[in-house]
């Protein structure tokens, strides 16, 4: 198992910049495909970016796409979300979720797919 804490989110004008962590614990976090996913109030919870075990493939959510990089550090168990160009829209609640070990190079969109949450951190991206 792991546990999983995120971290970084406030409030930001629109145009600027935060950076989210997802710091893990446990032995496991290497072996892990990762994601990021948001919620915002009164929509259902969307899928964002993912990164596979090693970091070396990632995938975006369109909306994101150029504006957002997600990236990993498993020496420090530690999962990132790089959110640039911000826009009120973005505003939401940030998760960071695990695919189940054994998922190898795979990634997926799916949040009912993915085994293991963080409690959230919220962005407010005011206008």
């Known amino acids: 198992q792991v546990q999983l804490v995120e971290s970084g989110g406030g409030l930001v004008q629109a145009g600027g910049s935060l950076r989210l962590s997802c710091e893990a614990s446990g032995r496991t976090f290497s072996s892990r495909a990762m994601g990021w996913f948001r919620q915002a109030p009164g929509k259902e919870r969307e899928f964002v970016a993912a990164?596979?075990?090693?970091?070396?493939?990632?995938y975006y959510a369109d909306s994101v796409e150029g504006r957002f990089t997600i990236s990993r550090d498993n020496a420090k168990n530690t999962m990132y979300l790089q959110m640039n160009s911000l826009k009120p829209d973005d505003t939401a609640v940030y998760y960071c979720?695990?695919?189940?070990?054994?998922?190898?190079?795979?990634?997926?969109?799916?949040?009912?797919?993915?085994?293991?949450w963080g409690l959230g951190t919220q962005v407010t991206v005011s206008s």
């Open positions: 979720a695990a695919l189940p070990a054994g998922w190898g190079t795979r990634l997926s969109v799916h949040s009912d797919e993915y085994e293991n």
């Open positions: 990164i596979t075990l090693s970091g070396g493939n990632t």
